[in-house]
């Protein structure tokens, strides 16, 4: 099983900084199947990244997912308020389909 | 507009069983993938199940994958002239508490999930 471990855990921050979140898988991610989601309290996730760079439709272009092989990062070029939540990576290319989330890093407001 | 609704969740004894719904709408149901991802409560996310859909299809039908926790004990099935998807938990344990989440994967893939519903929670406790 590929395990994902995101750091930091958390991350205080002022709205226009900038947050800067990573993913690093224990082997290699087969053809970068990385996601990135964001869930805010009380909410189901949301897709954000896929194809470790991919942006989904209508997700703003300060969102920005770059990495391959085991590292993977996702910056936010400038935070708005609604950006501030958890922020999950998911890898999906493991070859024996089990398919695992990292722990999360929560961006909170500073 | 894709509409995902869970229902079925409860409380349970260990060792009990329960049947998880998802009633989808707004897609061709038939044509995506589904899942089932868990989130225990104050934790994170752990994918715990998908089934393929008919543009996810092999030569050998629709494929289920579960997490090596449920292998065994949970079973994923669908019903595609109802657009629903079954999670079938049988010899649930306490560690199975948590909410429970339907998701779609992303055309001709099992992954990632672009639609998620609201959940539906699952207690397992005496």
């Known amino acids: 099983e590929i395990v994902l471990t995101q750091s930091p855990g958390t991350l205080s921050l002022s709205p226009g900084e900038r947050a800067t979140l990573s993913c690093r898988a224990s082997?290699?991610?087969?053809?970068?199947?990385l996601a990135w989601y964001q869930q805010k309290p009380g909410q189901a996730p949301r897709l954000l990244i896929h194809?470790?760079?991919i942006r989904a439709t209508g997700l703003p272009d300060r969102f920005r997912g770059s990495g391959s092989g085991t590292d993977f990062t996702l910056t936010i070029s400038r935070l708005e308020p609604e950006d501030f939540g958890v922020y999950f990576c998911?890898?999906?290319?493991?070859?024996?389909?089990?398919?695992?989330f990292g722990q999360g890093t929560k961006v909170d407001i500073k | 507009e894709v509409q995902l609704v869970e229902s079925g969740g409860g409380l349970v004894q260990p060792g009990g069983s329960l049947r998880l719904s998802c009633a989808a709408s707004g897609f061709t149901f038939s044509s995506y993938a589904m899942s089932w991802v868990r989130q225990a409560p104050g934790k994170g996310l752990e994918w715990v199940s998908s089934?393929?859909?008919?543009?996810?299809?092999?030569?050998?039908?629709?494929?289920?994958y579960y997490a090596d926790s449920v292998e065994g004990r949970f079973t994923i099935s669908r019903d595609d002239s109802q657009n629903t998807v079954f999670l079938q938990m049988n010899s649930l344990r306490a560690e199975d508490t948590a909410l429970y989440y339907c998701a779609k994967g992303v055309p001709t893939a099992f992954l990632p999930l672009d639609y998620w519903g609201q959940g539906t929670l699952v207690t397992v406790s005496s």
């Open positions: 089934l393929s859909g008919t543009s996810t299809l092999t030569g050998r039908g629709f494929t289920t």
């Open positions: 082997q290699s991610v087969s053809s970068n199947y």
């Open positions: 194809g470790a760079s």
């Open positions: 998911q890898q999906y290319g493991s070859s024996h389909k089990t398919w695992t």
